[in-house]
């Protein structure tokens, strides 16, 4: 039940935010709960910028995704072969360290190595378009 709280949680966490969340909610929620993931694994390879695919056509894309990583400068969003939306990705990171937090405060075993993974999230990015 702790893993369906967490979502209601991290649901209204985004929202709060006032940022275009809704595609990254469902990635996050589509592959928990069909079990494609976790979130710490999740979270590990969005560090290392590598997006995630639910299922064939369901999946967004970080910078290692891309043909050319250089320039990726949005976190893209698709359902089939279409692009349903994308948002900045400072929005991402923002995000994705709310994610991180609201995870940890659910599953505090697993906090350190969240919360490790969201501050190389930060740092991977930050380098590449500082704030």
């Known amino acids: 039940m702790a893993c369906l709280s967490w979502l209601e949680k991290l649901k209204e966490s985004f929202a709060s935010t006032g940022l275009d969340y809704e595609d990254l909610y469902e990635i996050i929620e589509a592959s928990i709960t069909r079990k494609r993931t976790n979130f710490p694994a999740f979270i590990n390879e969005a560090s290392k910028g590598v997006g995630f ?5 369901h999946f967004y894309s970080l910078d290692q995704d891309w043909d050319d990583p250089e320039e990726f400068n949005e976190v893209s969003f698709f359902l089939g072969e279409v692009e349903t939306s994308s948002i900045p990705l400072l929005d991402y990171v923002f995000l994705m360290k709310i994610a991180a937090d609201v995870y940890s405060d659910f599953f505090p075993e697993e906090r ?13 990015y930050s380098k590449r378009f500082p704030v």
């Open 53 to 57: 695919s639910v299922g064939e056509g």
């Open 112 to 124: 350190d190595s969240v919360l490790s993974s969201a501050r190389k999230l930060e740092e991977r």
